[in-house]
């Protein structure tokens, strides 16, 4: 057995183990934020538009409201024409729904791209990965 051969082969799964594995599971938790984001958009998304078409965003509604440990109080909306929306860093910004809905649409278009890309740089991650793997089967196989 070669000790240089040997030497490399554990540099190699050092290298897999501490570095491209750890950075796959980040990425990995990268993309299941950004797909929950995405989740809650669309939930948002669906709530406006159920307002609009049934009318409700002038009228009002009544809902009950969870104030901490499942207990809930009744609550009455009597105009759901505006909403404040999230727009990053603690800020928040009173739209109309229609409003809402387009800066709704940009985020979602937004997070896609987001998605597409860390899923790209997972396939990459994964491929570096086999490669070291297929390295160090071809170096064990030298040593035989």
Known sequence: MNPDIQEKIIKFET??????REDLAKLEQKLDTKN???AEFLQLKTTITTLQNNGLDQSGFKTQVDVGQNFFIEAHVPNASTILLDVGLGHFVELSLN???????????LLEQQIVHFRKEIAKTNAHIKLIL???????GLED
């Open 99 to 109: 409003d809402a809905l387009a800066v709704i649409n940009v985020r979602i278009k």
């Open 134 to 140: 297929l390295s160090i089967d071809q170096l064990q």
């Open 15 to 20: 290298f897999v183990n501490d570095v491209l």
């Open 36 to 38: 929950a984001d995405i």
